[in-house]
């Protein structure tokens, strides 16, 4: 069973960077390695549903909104998912979940992943 554990939630303020990582384990017990997981980042702003916000897999996705602003990167080693958020705005407030699908291609649509983290806060002041 795979377990998935965010950090790097905070309070900054608009224009500010900051990093979110995920720690993955348990996947080894399933069979497929860590490489084998398509991974992604989604966020959950208060009264709106949870979307998407980026994803890696054979290759790498984003949401228009935050495109050529957050990069999503992954460890294998250390088995570690990352989301660098730069040129932070307002609307970027949510809490931010990291999931993980048993499929090798990332997928937009969060009923496509099988493993979530419990979240962590980003509040960005204006």
């Known amino acids: 069973h795979v377990q998935l554990v965010e950090s790097g939630g905070g309070v900054v303020q608009a224009g500010d960077s900051l990093q979110l990582s995920c720690a993955a384990s348990?996947?080894?017990?399933?069979?497929?390695?860590?490489?084998?997981?398509?991974m992604g980042w989604f966020r959950q702003a208060p009264g709106k549903e949870r979307e998407f916000v980026a994803g890696?897999?054979?290759?790498?996705e984003y949401a228009d909104s935050v495109e050529g602003r957050f990069t999503i990167s992954r460890d294998k080693s250390q088995s570690t998912l990352s989301l660098q958020m730069n040129s932070l705005k307002p609307d970027d407030t949510a809490v931010y979940y990291c999931?993980?699908?048993?499929?090798?291609?990332?997928?937009?649509?969060?009923?496509?992943?099988?493993?979530w983290g419990q979240g962590t806060e980003v509040t960005v002041s204006s």
């Open positions: 999931a993980a699908r048993n499929w090798y291609y990332t997928s937009k649509n969060r009923d496509e992943y099988d493993y």
């Open positions: 348990g996947y080894t017990y399933s069979g497929r390695a860590f490489s084998g997981y398509a």
């Open positions: 890696i897999g054979s290759g790498t």
